[in-house]
DNA sequence: CCAAAAGTGTTGGGGTTACACCCATGT
DNA sequence: ACATGGGTGTAACCCCAACACTTTTGG
């Protein structure tokens, strides 16, 4: 029989204005051929960053599962960015994700990605990933509330995440149109397992 | 560069006395390669088949991850049986999982199954792939406790378990040594989603 | 002074934990 | 009658959810 083909594939997420984007390549999820026998993380990460000429700090990337489609098989990657970058290579674009129409396969790939990340910020700090350097409390709940497709309640939101003790007060305001809010930053940039949702 | 061969391997679980057992191949865990272009889901079934030549009705497989090893790159899945088959094929043999020597990848592939499987019947109904048609509640709960490494309060422990409903009185009971206990069942054999244990 | 978003406490209810004794059976 | 595991209830506590007003700034 024809030897089975080897890709990964990944889902890029990033927030903008309050709601969810992926990058697709050709309104497809970004894929590559295997070719190298190194950690496949490590695949996944050369093959985002060849392709989309892109580099991040402190994206958050996770496997996801590995599926056998038409033309062979899948190991499937999501990927937290903190922004939109706002040049990027010919064929790639962000695509807000509600309202999207892709591949069969490709949906289904993003329909549990979603489900993924919203477990994943339930009990870890990856939020960080999908944020800049400081933020306010309000921008923070937004960003959970965005991804949770819900709303939450601000008392609550503050309570809960301050306890959890892995941000940092600044001390220096966020000014704007009304009072000005306090910045806070993450302790650490690295992947936790803190229960933040009941 | 030399084509990578593609394998899928697999960590099946039971119970036996309270202690948790692994399915070894040669002091390995089972593996084999890729050959068809069905779902991985359906491979993994045949290998354990055809490999062990063992069949079961409620048998839990589940995805792990995927990672690359030093011979190709093995998809990993976990298999929960209900019982300990007395005949194996030559060269497969039933090992306590605690004190267990194997290779570094597979240890630690066995470590993270475990994880895996703690995390899994905390918020599902998987446990029933364990057991066998019908068992008591302190059966039950000994599985639950053997799993999670810890004793559990026997009333609590009732009342959540209960309280879930997921689980059937037959009316029939275990006779022993003392008081017969009420005998149950599951009302479905099929994966779900339940919260078990905060 | 008005608009806009930031910031802040309390209360009630639900769920979890801790805990000890009686019951049904076999020997 | 005794040994063995089966079976049961309650009280304290903690955590979570619900909820509204004051504060600080810019215009």
Known sequence: MKQLSLFVKI??????ENQLFVLLNNNELLKDTIT???PLDEIAQQIFTTKTKLIYAHAYLEQLYTHMEDDGISVVYFLLLPDQPTS???DFSWNQVKNLSVNKTDSSILDYALQRLQWKIEYTNVVYSLLPETFTLSELQDVYA???GEQLDKRNFRKKILSLNFLKATGKKRKG?????ELFTFKKREPTIIKVFS
């Open 11 to 16: 889902v890029p997420f990033c927030l903008q």
């Open 36 to 38: 190298q026998q190194i």
């Open 88 to 90: 990027l290579p010919k």
């Open 146 to 148: 965005t991804i949770l």
């Open 177 to 181: 149109i009304s009072r000005p809010a």
